[in-house]
């Protein structure tokens, strides 16, 4: 869906305003994280908290993707009752529609360029069976789609019912069907034996898909916390009560999540409940501390850069995976042009891993241009 204005629309009301404004900023600072922690050279060029945990364990970056789960759900709260009012065919037409078109978005970005070369140096089709078919945006999409038929039919009650069942759920099957390491979680075997090793992710050196079937049952809570912090918003409003509120369930959240880490790691690969629930009370804290931020008045510089990159989240993340493919396909001499830019333009003056984090920024700063044109163009793309 395309929407073409001179203005961003917002509602009058100033606890309203305060509020979309919050979230908007939350939406794009995940983007602007996102984009920078994808674009990191790697162990050794790369500050730590810049890379993913080696296995259990959390790094900030760990807490990126499960916050755009969140702020995916936060939007649902605001959206999922103008579908309503459609009806109920229409309800179902736009969460199915949805969830397809941002599955293909991600399928089609895993099998881009599309094109590869032959031993005999022939240029051909890129074989279907050797792509990834899960991934991220993949998982973005089964989770909206699941947490939106959730509360559309069950609300809250729905929501915090299925929540608490899937998290001790995923739990028990971890358990019982295997162990919580790289080799033999139950997690990669269900993947080994549905999708099939060759559209799997191997980046771990075995085939393991880090956003896998199973994980994708937990996972689909994160979004729904999002929703009911979202929905509770809607109903307070943005007070002292509804900030302190907020603050108080993530930290009993966090608190939680140490106290189930003991028997069950906190770990991002395998999205534990553990994981969860850590990442749920980060994003909690951090959504009451932004609207607390974020000025009711009407001017807006301290918050501008964000909010342009929350207006066309999907979009923007898309471009930025599509351009570091296009930079990780073309080659020059032994490198590819990915590594040649931070060999040549970053690392030599700068050092390794603060050539790194300022190549990264650049991209990210590449990409916030392109919104920006949007955004002054008034075009809001939603997948």
């Known amino acids: 869906m395309t929407h073409l204005?001179?203005?961003?629309?917002?509602?009058?009301?100033?606890?309203?305003?305060?509020?979309?404004?919050?979230?908007?900023?939350?939406?794009?600072?995940?983007?602007?994280?996102?984009?920078?922690?994808?674009?990191?050279?790697?162990?050794?060029?790369?500050?730590?908290?810049?890379?993913?945990?080696?296995?259990?364990?959390?790094?900030?970056?760990?807490?990126v993707f499960p916050t755009f789960m969140f702020v995916v759900g936060t939007?649902?709260?605001?959206?999922?009752?103008?579908?309503?009012?459609?009806?109920?065919?229409?309800?179902?037409?736009?969460?199915?529609?949805?969830?397809?078109?941002?599955?293909?978005?991600?399928y089609l970005l895993y099998w881009f360029p599309f094109l590869t070369v032959d031993t005999n140096g022939h240029v051909i089709l890129a074989p279907l069976g050797h792509t990834r078919i899960l991934g991220v945006l993949q998982r973005i999409a089964l989770g909206y789609g699941a947490a939106a038929l959730l509360v559309h039919y069950g609300g809250r009650a729905g929501a915090i019912s299925f929540s608490v069942g899937a998290l001790l759920g995923y739990w028990w099957l971890m358990h019982a069907f295997g162990d919580y390491s790289l080799a033999g979680?139950?997690?990669?075997?269900?993947?080994?034996?549905?999708?099939?090793?060759?559209?799997?992710?191997?980046?771990?050196?075995?085939?393991?898909?880090?956003?896998?079937?199973?994980?994708?049952?937990?996972?689909?809570?994160?979004?729904?916390?999002?929703?009911?912090?979202?929905?509770?918003i809607r109903d307070h409003g943005t007070s002292r009560f509804t900030i302190i509120t907020l603050v108080l369930a993530g930290v009993v959240c966090l608190a939680l999540s140490l106290w189930w880490n003991a028997a069950f790691p906190i770990n991002k690969k395998l999205w534990t409940s553990s994981f969860v629930l850590c990442t749920v009370g980060i994003d909690l804290c951090v959504l009451a501390i932004l609207i607390y931020a974020v000025p009711q008045a009407r001017e807006r510089r301290s918050t501008y850069f964000f909010e342009v990159f929350g207006r066309n989240t999907l979009v923007i993340y898309l471009l930025s995976e599509v351009g570091q493919t296009m930079l990780n396909s073309i080659h020059i001499g032994q490198q590819s042009l990915f590594d040649w830019i931070y060999a040549v333009g970053f690392a030599p003056w700068a050092g390794d891993k603060p050539g790194s984090l300022l190549y990264a920024v650049v991209y990210m700063l590449?990409?916030?241009?392109?919104?920006y044109a949007m955004d002054r163009r008034g075009i809001y793309l939603k997948l």
């Open 185 to 232: 979680n139950a997690a990669i075997r269900l993947d080994k034996l549905l999708l099939g090793e060759a559209h799997m992710y191997h980046g771990e050196g075995v085939a393991f898909d880090p956003e896998g079937i199973l994980s994708t049952l937990p996972a689909i809570v994160n979004v729904l916390a999002g929703y009911l912090a979202g929905r509770f």
């Open 75 to 106: 939007a649902l709260s605001f959206t999922l009752g103008k579908y309503a009012a459609l009806g109920e065919a229409a309800v179902l037409r736009k969460i199915a529609t949805r969830t397809a078109l941002i599955f293909l978005c991600g």
């Open 5 to 63: 204005g001179p203005h961003y629309n917002r509602p009058a009301m100033a606890h309203v305003t305060q509020r979309f404004r919050a979230i908007d900023v939350l939406r794009g600072l995940t983007v602007a994280l996102m984009i920078v922690v994808n674009m990191q050279i790697g162990p050794g060029k790369s500050y730590a908290p810049l890379l993913h945990a080696a296995w259990n364990g959390l790094t900030p970056t760990d807490v």
């Open 366 to 371: 590449g990409c916030w241009i392109v919104a």
